[in-house]
């Protein structure tokens, strides 16, 4: 009779002790939130200027009128002959165009060239990372950026970041809440827990509490 006590105890013993596995497991992976996509290929992507940004201005036969300036905190430039300009939310070819139409003024068919040279983008396409990052920071978005490129960018994980319940906000889709895997992708180097990133993507890394 003793051993058959027992064993019962045990055995319930087990089965609660699995389903805390269970639910530690569930929390540390943040399945709360559907699991953000995979890499897959994505459609060629467009630079959009920014605020910040420094554009190099080449006018085609004209070296007086080509410089190097930058983007001022109200998204305008200005060059000589032009007051201002609207550039950011315009890719390089679309502001190139519209210095041309402008310069057409004073200058007979002006031909333009739009060199970005040092790249911040607009606020509505940075990546923001927070949180328990060694260095949490905005980045500008690169075509194909993976998470593991963004990880790279912030120095990895703090000794406090709960990294499996790590979430990305996608601005893309109106704030849709996405869990991503940091810990496998980082500690374990689980290759599977990388995603595609998009424009405007927060990533929030949690503190962990245990």
Not at 14 to 23: A, K, T
Not at 27 to 43: E, N, V
Request: net charge positive; hydrophobic share 40%; glycine share 8%.
């Amino acid at each position: 009779m003793k051993n058959l006590s027992i064993m019962p105890t045990r055995g319930i013993r087990c089965m609660l002790l699995g389903l805390c596995v269970s639910i530690l497991t569930a929390c540390a992976s943040g399945s709360r939130f559907p699991a953000a996509p995979p890499l897959a290929s994505t459609q060629d992507y467009n630079y959009v200027i920014g605020a910040g940004d420094t554009v190099n201005i080449i006018v085609w036969r004209n070296p007086e009128l080509s410089l190097s300036v930058p983007v001022r905190p109200d998204g305008k430039l200005s060059t000589p002959l032009i007051d201002e300009v609207v550039a950011q939310g315009k890719n390089p070819v679309t502001l190139a165009r519209d210095l041309e139409q402008l310069l057409g003024k004073y200058v007979r068919d002006p031909v333009v060239t739009v060199i970005v040279t040092n790249f911040v983008g607009p606020y509505s396409e940075q990546i923001r990372v927070v949180g328990e990052a060694a260095k949490p920071q905005f980045l500008p978005y690169k075509q194909k950026m993976s998470l593991l490129d963004v990880m790279i960018a912030v120095g990895g994980l703090t000794d406090f970041a709960a990294g499996n319940s790590a979430t990305i906000l996608r601005g893309a889709e109106a704030g849709k809440a996405y869990s991503v895997r940091l810990k496998d992708l980082i500690k374990r180097g689980d290759i599977s827990a990388n995603v595609e990133m998009k424009p405007g993507d927060i990533l929030i890394i949690p503190q962990s509490y245990f």
